[in-house]
């Protein structure tokens, strides 16, 4: 069965500092991967994805997540964190077998807060 | 680019009206939208898959006579809630796959804002 794990509830860390937002996955074949944020009362914005090539993918606000193949894994990271990047994250997954019609799997979200 | 609007944001009704949500993509087509369910502090429940000009595939468990979906043209998904019940309150999120060539399942899913439904 197709499946994304969150690990963490909430990740809390300091304004400045680096963070990162675990998420594993599992899927038969070829994974594509996501990262989305949510505000509060809000869609879900876009910040990157993986589908092939370099492992390390950059996105948008300066996030970037790293797949890690081997470990099933594709975390997402900031070098220096900001207040305003307190959000929900979600981690999805796609692959040619997680059905039709490009059909998203998400994660349960992660809850970030930055503390000035 | 890659905009998708939801109407409306907010809507409370009376049990048993019925309610319509539309999603849109402003600046591209899609040939499929998507409607989710999302709970307080919970992730997206995918409800159902919507292609232009054919009927919605639901997911399991979803009641189709209850969920009305349309995909009328490439820009457009309508959701309609028939007889809503308070338990029908939520936050229902649409998206929509922007078509890059490739394998659809490597195409990225845009969201729209939300529409939160009350049913009193």
């Known amino acids: 069965a197709q499946s994304v794990a969150q690990p963490e509830d909430q990740v809390n860390v300091a304004e400045g500092n680096p963070l990162t937002v675990k998420c594993t996955y599992s899927?038969?074949?070829?994974?594509?991967l996501f990262w989305y944020v949510q505000y509060p009362n809000r869609g879900l914005q876009f910040l990157l994805k993986y589908i092939t090539g370099d492992n390390l993918v950059k996105g948008s606000y300066g996030f970037e997540a790293e797949f890690n193949k081997s470990q099933t894994s594709f975390h997402l990271k900031k070098p220096s964190a900001l207040v305003s990047d307190s959000a929900l994250y979600f981690c999805a997954v796609s692959s040619l077998f997680s059905g039709g019609y490009n059909k998203l799997i998400f994660g349960a979200g992660t809850r970030l807060a930055v503390h000035p | 680019g890659a905009v998708v609007s939801q109407h409306p944001s907010r809507v409370i009704c009376k049990s048993g009206t019925s309610v319509k949500i539309e999603c849109r993509s402003l600046?591209?087509?899609?040939?499929?939208m998507f409607w989710y369910r999302q709970f307080p502090k919970q992730s997206l429940m995918l409800m159902a898959t919507?292609?232009?000009?054919?009927?919605?595939?639901?997911e399991q468990g979803v009641e189709k006579d209850k969920f009305l979906i349309n995909h009328a043209s490439l820009t457009l998904s309508t959701l309609t809630v028939t007889s809503a019940h308070p338990e029908d309150s939520s936050f229902y999120i649409c998206?929509?796959?922007?078509?890059?060539?490739?394998?659809?399942?490597?195409?990225?899913?845009?969201f729209g804002p939300g529409t939160r439904l009350t049913v009193l």
């Open positions: 998206s929509a796959r922007a078509a890059s060539g490739g394998l659809p399942s490597t195409d990225t899913q845009y």
């Open positions: 899927v038969s074949g070829n994974p594509y």
């Open positions: 600046d591209f087509q899609a040939t499929t």
């Open positions: 919507s292609n232009e000009g054919s009927k919605a595939t639901y």
